[in-house]
């Protein structure tokens, strides 16, 4: 599968998600929580089932959940202030 394909397909089901945009943002705030307060491992096998339970958007749980790792965050400079690479 072509990755550009695939990046296109997970836009399009963000874009036309059926849910209004509050459980939209709801499930993003899930992940970002999920993201923050659960180690590294277990993130997405908590947000997705409960973004199902709370019926919000498991797309915007998943996304949401990235914030919590250094590699993933797209701040600048978030890798030096994580301490990678240091003893």
Known sequence: MDVRAYFRRLREKMVHDP???EDIAAGWALGVF???AVPF???LIISIPLA???RVSKIGATLGTG???AA???TPG???RSGHGRW
Request: hydrophobic content about 30%; some cysteine.
């Open 52 to 54: 199902m339970m709370m």
């Open 34 to 36: 999920v993201g923050c």
């Open 19 to 21: 849910l209004p945009p």
């Open 67 to 69: 914030c919590s790792s």
């Open 78 to 80: 978030s890798r030096r």
């Open 41 to 43: 491992g277990l993130q």
């Open 72 to 74: 993933r965050s797209p």
